[in-house]
């Protein structure tokens, strides 16, 4: 079966196939902005990669009839050991932006992390009745950091995900290439005065948002600043983007409920380790410490969250497919997405004889034989 | 020398050339029914990967000139190390259905597992003088389930072959895409009065097979029902599906006389590790045990049996292509398959030095180099 | 810089480029006899692949002014660690047939072995001053076998290759799909009366040769019929045609001077491993005995050679890259192809640090990262 | 994103990306020169498949604001690890040749080395400013090579680069295809009355650059010939061009005070490791000695650095991008190609969480999945 093309008009009946819908539906700079990794794209493309290169060990004859998906993220209850990963500006894609996909969230029942650069405020959000977690950059100005996780607090986030892999953004030249700025309409409205004007000054060669979080955020955060955050809140800590054990350790020795192995689906260091390859180690280092191991960059389908259960994680963060939802349909785009990925975890559970989570955690894993072989 | 297309009207030389006539003389949905997997097809491509990334080292000097290729599966005496697979409703692809590839294997000197959704009922096959097998998929009625097993006993079922990998079909999006569904003509012969109603109803982005198998089959089956179940019947019991070493053992302390490593040919838990990836570990679980290992999914000619028993099968089943002998020829080109298998076995034991399929277990296998490279 | 196509004119400027000419020269039936592998090709492929895959490790500031690049092959001294390998009916190529490449085999120094299927007689090879190596297929008739070594010793001949792994020949797909049969002029000048009647009765879906072979090869051939032939001849032996190391030293034990580890270019058992990959294994069987290691099946240029020095063979034989130099030039086209692999040697050695082939042996290699990679 | 064509017009932003306008400014025959390797080219592909088959594992929360990327490369102080590859003749991809690009590897702080094969004299590139490394390549005559010597250190070279790896030059068939030979006014500027007489006499399928070379080196030199020249001047001695651990030992034994990782960019043995690969051992073997690895061959971007020193190199030349960017632009062509670099070093640093050259030094390494798979 081929790849649905940008131009397929049948409803997607898989989570990867609404990337056709998407690009249909957004122009070719706001879809290279999502769709584009740093430099080459080497991890954007070894991100998937790692997946298909490995293989599950399926069991039988568990009694599979009522499959139980839901999981503890962090404090949270989930109905699927899965939450929704920070992006920025949601309204890039939707005009009803992040309100969409957290209602989708909200109706799924799974966690909503809330960025830093959320396009719509706190307030409307919490309205969701989404469980919401918030995702902060590390501001160069220590008085608005405080100030956005208190806010963060205050609209009932359920913890605080520090983002440790953007001392400054990535090197996206699609962006570059394409003088990507946003629109007037979107902006950063967790910030003071919706402050994202440098995002908005188009310039040749340049992405005015790269050009952006360049002033805004500080390069300079060390482990010290996380401990002296951590401190200042009562919100339960992970950290978001590690993929080295020691890190990972650190993380677990400094208070951190959960990391987040990541390589920021490709778009920060081109050539680091898909975060699936970097799975086993982290997940091997925080053994028997209370801190759990999320994953993303790269999971497209309910069989990608099984194989990363196998490997060790407790759950993933769902980035590029709930906006390719929230691209081609809004919030029930959103809903199909998150509708489809609860099926083809249920589904591939069942066929992996796990009646829950913690059966996956037992199945093993070897390389997949890889098929580009073909006798000439 | 490229691949035969399927416009080719040159017969095929060989098992693997039937595809081409077969998807000539069948329908797209058809086509894909047959030939499709679940998902993404990963496993589905990996199983021939499997093969084709295995080289096996032959020897010399042995005398070949009377290769014996018979063998005994399970309990009952073959031609071939081969058992032609339960592949459910053959009237799909010929409107003789399982009568014609029965009398094929009847000739040939195969056993042939009818399939719980034959299209033929036993009365007919049992006349066919075919070695039968029984292959059963676990009825959500007991009732129905053991009548079942005991008409096939009856109809001289020489063991009894229970699918473990299916408490309900993997998801197949060809067939989801096709609205795929059973013409009225076609009807599975061995439930009470042929009743496949739910199959036959088209339904828009749903698989009506699968649909009817969702109400037919229990996902809820176990271990322990397997173990009810072979205290009700004298037959042989061989557990179809697993790829676990550990699944294995199972099978074999419950008294199953042989497993069939197995990933249904792709169409289950897309991810799952081919079968013959699967087999070594397999085999060595049940090395000294009283339970022959089988298996499936991707055997496509006598170099793959070959490459099987080298490492640790007793046989295998032939599942596509048998059915690609069908579609292209009914009964005529069922025998041209297995007529093309036999001979294509022979002589790769004998190009491998081997006089018995006691030889082939003792050769070495090493991985082969892939030949995906090219200088650019 | 892509590979030269078919009707590419410049002259070849490395070994590899004759491919090329060869083919414009022939037509598609005999080209496809050269040409061609057994069943799938997967082996035929892998050959290359196995070269493409292994990298060697050079060394410098030797004194490579006057690199040293004769070699002792079995008995035979050698301008090149380099035999021509045993190839059937080089009249189809070109109507001098072996009298031409042996005649550019005895110029370039290096020993030319006929083969049972040699289309010129003894006597006017013996009249080309090549070293002469002769090639035996067991024959049905013991009678005849002994006959033909006795006419080999007679001519000449400096030791005796038992082809080991043709009980019959592979299932060239394309042979059969060509109806491929041998010209009335070209004949098995070696055998009473130029016996080779089979070979040149087309019929439809059948090798006329892979016929003729039948009826005139014993595929009972054992060990023991070797030993019996050893004692009845002087002539020094050497088994063409393993690859695995306990048959390697089942034939040094019997008293072969040599092995030549080979699938047969890829014509005999599909998914044999290749030569390349089978080496290691053998050489380190033989080490420390009196038995030298030969390779083919692969070899198209000096790098090649190199390698296969570094993996532990003592020399290769050349087989299809001649029959290019043949077909597109005759005796002149088979001189250039040994020039220039004469060439490409010595330079590969020089650039490798090696002033002899006893430094090459020592040579270290690993596998060579895959540059299928390429970023989407 | 795929890779700029040649006839792409914007503004190369990345170092990879000048490849593209460097083709368009050049004759195809220079083209060849400069990007073609030896033989089948598969070394040449290698050394860049070898960087994209590895993946980093970045380090997160280091204090990343101020990346220090200065280090010392033999004895000289450089604003990056990076010091310019010797590469014969600049003049003959830009009229101001070695002018041009000395001066920009002044303004970017970074090391220049000059080519026995410069085009352009020692005078003029010591006006530029920029730190000289000489490059050796062992003349026949040994006066000559005695002077060129001391010529180089009079101009004020910090350090002498012995080429180890060119006895000879390797076969470029693109070169002999294209009967390459150098235009009348591209000179050899450093040997006696800018002799390169020999490059300049075109003549069919011979490289006239290869052909003047054999002319003018020694392929007879040895370690002992090195010692010879070490004791006869006072340059810090580099020797460029192995591979081998045991010849990285043998050089810092002999006194060495750096070696150069190389495979001379896939131009000369061809099948010979890339320099990635080679690197490990090499760096292992010189562990706690008191000589420096540098690494060349496939260097493309600040990435490549960045993997290069998490494998143990102090430092790499960089060969064929200085030569892009010459090519489309002159001195400003060659500044921002190394403005590039070192702002891709930069970035890549700091995403690694490596505050300066030894954090990048500690970093893990690991496989990158390949992605050439794709579901069929
Ligand atoms: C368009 C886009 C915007 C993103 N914005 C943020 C962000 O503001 N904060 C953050 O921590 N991660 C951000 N990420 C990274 C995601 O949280 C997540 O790590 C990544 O999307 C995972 O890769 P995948 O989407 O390919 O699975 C963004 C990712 C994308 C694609
Ligand atoms: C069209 C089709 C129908 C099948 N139906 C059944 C079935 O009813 N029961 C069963 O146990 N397996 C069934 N199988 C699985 C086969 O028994 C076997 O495991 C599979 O075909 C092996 O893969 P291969 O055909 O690619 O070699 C079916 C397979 C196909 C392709
Ligand atoms: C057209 C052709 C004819 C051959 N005939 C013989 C033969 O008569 N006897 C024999 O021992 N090997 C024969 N061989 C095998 C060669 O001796 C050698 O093993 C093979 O060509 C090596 O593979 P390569 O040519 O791809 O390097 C033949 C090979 C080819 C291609
Ligand atoms: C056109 C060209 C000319 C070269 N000339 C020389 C030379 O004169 N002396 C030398 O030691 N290396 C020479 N080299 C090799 C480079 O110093 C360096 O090892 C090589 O370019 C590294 O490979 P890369 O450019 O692909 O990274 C040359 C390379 C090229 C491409």
Same mark, same amino acid.
């Given at each position: 079966? !081929? =790849?649905?093309?940008? *131009?397929?008009?049948? +409803? ?6 609404? =990337? ?10 706001? /879809?290279? /902005? ?17 997946? #298909?290169?490995?293989?599950?060990? +399926? ?10 998906? *839901?999981?503890?993220?962090?404090? !949270? @209850? ?16 939707? &005009?009803?932006?992040?309100?969409? %996909? ?15 650069? %959320? ?47 953007? +001392? ?6 699609? #962006? ?37 979080? =360049? ?16 401190? @200042? ?11 080295? +054990?020691? #890190?990972?350790?650190? =993380? ?22 898909? %975060? ?13 410490? #209370? ?11 309910? !069989? ?9 994680? !407790? ?53 997949? &034989?890889?098929?580009? /072989?073909?006798?000439?």
């Amino acid at each position: 079966m !081929s =790849a649905p093309t940008a *131009t397929d008009r049948r +409803p997607p009946l898989s989570v990867a196939e609404f =990337a056709g819908p998407a690009r249909s539906a957004l122009s070719p700079e706001v /879809w290279d /902005w999502l769709a584009g990794g740093a430099e080459q794209e080497h991890t954007l493309a070894a991100n998937r990669a790692a997946f #298909d290169r490995l293989a599950v060990v +399926p069991r039988v004859l568990a009694d599979v009839s009522a499959c139980d998906t *839901t999981a503890t993220l962090v404090r !949270s @209850r989930s109905a699927l050991p899965v939450a929704v990963a920070p992006v920025a500006y949601h309204r890039l894609f939707h &005009p009803e932006g992040e309100l969409a %996909s957290a209602r989708a969230a909200a109706a799924a029942g799974v966690p909503f992390t809330v960025g830093t650069l %959320s396009s719509v405020g706190f307030e409307e959000l919490a309205a969701t009745g989404a469980t919401l977690w918030f995702q902060l950059y590390w501001l160069r100005d220590r008085g608005r950091l405080l100030d956005l996780v208190a806010a963060a607090a205050a609209a009932g986030s359920e913890c605080l995900v520090v983002t440790a892999d953007v +001392p400054y953004m990535g090197r996206r030249l699609r #962006d570059a290439r394409n003088a990507f700025a946003l629109p007037g309409d979107v902006r950063a409205a967790l910030l003071e005065g919706g402050a994202a004007g440098r995002a908005h000054r188009a310039g040749a060669e340049v992405s005015a948002v790269a050009a952006h979080t =360049a002033e805004l955020l500080s390069p300079a955060v060390t482990w010290a600043d996380l401990a002296w955050l951590h401190e @200042r809140t009562e919100l339960p800590l992970v950290v978001k983007g590690l993929l080295d +054990p020691a #890190d990972a350790l650190r =993380a677990a020795e400094l208070g951190a409920e959960a990391v987040v192995v990541s390589n920021h689906g490709g778009r920060q260091l081109d050539r680091a380790v898909p %975060s699936l390859t970097a799975l086993p180690a982290v997940a091997e280092a925080l053994a028997g410490r #209370d801190c759990q191991v999320l994953l993303d960059s790269g999971v497209r389908g309910g !069989s990608d969250v099984l194989t990363a259960l196998a490997l060790g994680a !407790s759950g993933v963060l769902l980035g590029r497919p709930l906006i390719w939802g929230l691209a081609a349909g809004g919030e029930p785009g959103c809903a199909r997405v998150l509708e489809l990925l609860a099926a083809e975890l249920r589904h591939a559970l069942g066929l992996a004889g796990c009646a829950d989570l913690g059966a996956a955690a037992e199945l093993r894993t070897t390389p997949m &034989p890889c098929p580009a /072989w073909s006798a000439p």
